[in-house]
Every structure is written in C-alpha cells, then in structure tokens.
C-alpha cells in the first residue's frame, strides 16, 4: 500500500470502533505508516519496549538524528570555521532548508517561516514587534491558565511597556463546572474590549486539557477589533491542520521538541505573515543574524532587516540543534503530513472510545475526560476523581509512560508516527483493570 492510499483505505467512522485486540491489530496492519515507528528509539521499561504516550512533552529520538549530528561535528573536525562554507550543507545558509520542511506542517509560505532561538525567546521576540500598546490601545487577551511561561512573558512585556498586568491581561475562562473555552466566549471578551485590545494570543492547543483553540476565528475577530493575533503552537505543530497564512494569523512561534522529535531544548520556530515578513520597517529586537545577507559582512552600522521572516533572527545558527531538527523533519517529509494527521486523529479518536468504554462499566466513573471530542489533537486529558496518583504510578510501573498534572490529571498522547492501535488497547486494558480495583474498595 503506498502511503497515499492511507485515508483511503482507513476511513473509520467512531461508531465502528472495537474494544478488542482483534480490531486494534487489523488497524495496525493496515496502517502505512507501521514501519516508521522502526524510524524511533522507543524507550525501555521492565526489559520491553514501552508504550510511549508521551509525545506530548517530548517527542523520540530518531534513529537517525545521532548520525545527523556527528556529521556536522565532522565537518567542524574537518574543517573549522570554513564549515560554514564546506560540506554538504554549508553553516551559514544552514537555516534555509526549514522553511519548506516546514511549510506544509505550519500551513505558510516558506519567506513566513524561520528557525531560530527557543519557544519562549521567540514569544518575547514577536511580541517585541506586535505588542505595541498605546495609551487607549493596551490589552492582551488570552486564555486562562496559559501555560506558564506565556503567562510570564505577557506579565512582564506589560511591565515592560509600561502598564500594569491586572488592568491589561483579560483572560477568557471556561464556563462555570466546565473545562473547555468556548469559542464564543473568546469572541464575546474580543467584542467586549474592541476598543482597547492591542493584541489576541491563545496557544493552537491548550497544554492542559488538549483543546484545539479555533484560530480561524479567533484571529478574524481580532482583525476585526483592530488588534494583533498571534499564537503559541508548541502543543499544535506537527500535531493538527495548520493554515496560518490562509487564516491570516500575524505571528506563530512553536517549539520542536514535542511532536516534531527534535530535541530536549531544540531549536524552535516562529512565523510571521508575508505581509508583516516583508516589512522592513517594523520595530523588532535585532541581531546580526537577521542583517541582510548581501551586505551583513560589511558589518556597517544601521540595521537593515531581511525582508523575510528570517529578518527577526538574533544570532548564528545553532548547527548541532539544527542538524537534529533536520533529521526529524525528514521523517515527516517521508511520512506525508496528511498522512500523519489522519492517523493521530484516528489513534485519539480510538483513545476517547477506549475511555469512555471503561466509563461505561460504571455507576459512578471516576475518570472525566476534559478534552473537547472534536477539539483535539493527539493528546486526550482526563480528571482521575479517586487515586489519580496511584493509577499513574501503576501505569508507568506497566510499561505505560503517560503525563500527570496536578491536581489529579493524566494527560495521554499517542503519536501517529511511533504508536499503534495496540498500544491505544493496552493502555485501555491496564487502565480499566487499575479502575476495576480503585473502585472495587
Ligand atoms: C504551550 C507552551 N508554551 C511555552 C513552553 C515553553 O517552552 P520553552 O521552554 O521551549 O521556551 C512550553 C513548554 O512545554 C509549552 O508547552
């Protein structure tokens, strides 16, 4: 079967799901991309293989990436500071094989899109060019509980500029007893503020509860309230539909080492629409990097900006990271992006009917789903209502790596290109023997 044939010859419906491991193995067989998890070191637990459900946080090593880095320490063996000039890929133009990787995964055009720094460094970075407030014009809105590290960048790129955090941050909350945020209400809060919101920013996929935010509408009624809309995609890339420059978003930034299996602390991405890209008068943080390549090594005063998304980088390229980056990205060029997509959702939409089977059997379950059915990626969230902790630790003692989040979440994410329907049945298996005994006391 060749990969193009995959969403033809696997269109499951939910409704035909089986909780057998009769249905799991035929849907591995005839899943094209069954050979790519042979691409993956998958992580051992009790001498066997485990069922690595942790993408999410960070994704496996390509077999291939440690090859791909004694390469590029070759070529600095071999040929000092003249690797940038030498070698198969020379380092100064090092960079420039992302962008095209990456344009089908991000849904931009290549000038949109620039490898560079880490996730947060990047979020500081466009913020720096897109959160411009002015005395009437000032707030950020977002979500409520933003991963962390979001949440300090606004805090402190308001203080930066000079305005006070509790008056300029509106976050959009999930309802009353509810854990998703509707996309109405992130419409209503923009409506509400139109007249002083400089800037919308939402993650693509909340890190918690595993909600793809609709970044469609999102960022039409930002435009339409005369603000900026930028997103964090560190838990969307490589992991759903992307079509930032069809959606128009102004700004992207996104981290590679979850779904994208670049790295701990790889090098990260970040996007800017054409129409911001290719101006080179907006205000930014500059670095040589970003210098115009024609006349960069004149090294001249004024900075005169790349009139690219590559305009916003500071510094040198990182080759060694990038060079991991480059191994990873093969495997999805390989692979078919679309490929991937309708396996991760087939693979999450088979984990949600797993758990709810396991649901099923009780009067009282004590497992909540908190991800929205069909708002979601790879990751499924739940709420463990009694013995969250021990139902975790009894999963990783299985053989099961998954993601605890306090209070009492488990956040689960099998990957389309190392985890398998029988891994999403196991799980199932361990997971309700486990609930079987918590509830049976
Ligand atoms: C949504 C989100 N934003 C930001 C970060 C921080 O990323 P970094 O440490 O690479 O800057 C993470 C890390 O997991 C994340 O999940």
Redesign the pocket.
């Known amino acids: 079967m060749g990969l193009n044939n995959f969403t033809e010859n696997i269109k499951m419906q939910t409704t035909d799901f089986k909780n057998n491991i009769e249905f799991a193995k035929k849907m591995d067989e005839q899943d094209p991309l069954k050979e790519f998890r042979e691409k993956f070191y998958i992580p051992i637990v009790n001498e066997a293989e485990s069922i690595y459900f942790i993408g999410n946080?960070l994704g496996l090593q390509p077999k291939s990436t440690q090859d791909a880095i004694v390469n590029e320490l070759e070529n600095w063996a071999n040929f000092g500071v003249e690797g940038y000039f030498h070698g198969e890929q020379p380092w100064l133009g090092f960079h420039d094989m992302f962008p095209p990787l990456l344009a089908p995964i991000i849904g931009a055009l290549p000038a949109e899109i620039v490898v560079m720094n880490?996730?947060?460094?990047?979020?500081h970075l466009l913020m720096a060019t897109f959160y411009q407030p002015t005395k009437t014009r000032y707030k950020i809105i977002c979500e409520a509980k933003?991963?962390p590290?979001?949440q300090y960048v606004f805090e402190s790129q308001v203080r930066l500029k000079g305005f006070n955090p509790a008056e300029a941050i509106i976050e959009v909350a999930p309802g009353e007893g509810e854990h998703v945020i509707e996309t109405d209400d992130i419409i209503a809060a923009i409506e509400q503020h139109k007249d002083s919101v400089a800037l919308v920013l939402f993650?693509g996929?909340?890190?918690y509860n595993g909600q793809v935010f609709n970044m469609k509408a999102i960022t039409a009624a930002a435009h339409s309230a005369g603000a900026f809309c930028g997103f964090?995609l560190?838990?969307a890339a490589g992991n759903i539909e992307l079509h930032l420059h069809d959606w128009e978003v102004d700004f992207a930034c996104w981290?590679t080492?979850?779904y994208l299996n670049s790295g701990p602390?790889g090098v990260?991405g970040a996007y800017i629409h054409e129409r911001y890209a290719t101006d080179t008068s907006l205000p930014r943080l500059a670095g040589w990097w970003g210098y115009d390549k024609q006349t960069r090594f004149a090294m001249e005063k004024g900075f005169k900006a790349i009139p690219t998304a590559e305009g916003w980088q500071l510094s040198c390229t990182p080759v060694l990271n990038m060079a991991a980056h480059k191994a990873a990205l093969d495997i999805f060029q390989e692979a078919g992006m679309q490929n991937i997509l309708h396996k991760g959702q087939l693979l999450s939409d088979y984990l949600y009917f797993i758990l709810e089977q396991i649901n099923a059997k009780s009067a009282n379950p004590i497992i909540e789903i908190i991800t929205p059915a069909n708002a979601k990626g790879c990751q499924v969230s739940m709420l463990i209502n009694k013995n969250g902790k021990e139902i975790f630790e009894a999963l990783k003692a299985h053989g099961i790596l998954s993601d605890w989040r306090e209070p009492n979440v488990i956040r689960v994410a099998p990957v389309p290109l190392y985890n398998s329907f029988t891994d999403v049945y196991h799980f199932g298996e361990i997971l309700g023997k486990l609930i079987e005994k918590v509830t049976e006391v």
């Open positions: 946080s880490n996730l947060t460094v990047n979020l933003a991963f590290s979001d993650s996929i909340n890190y964090d560190a838990h981290c080492y979850k602390g990260a």
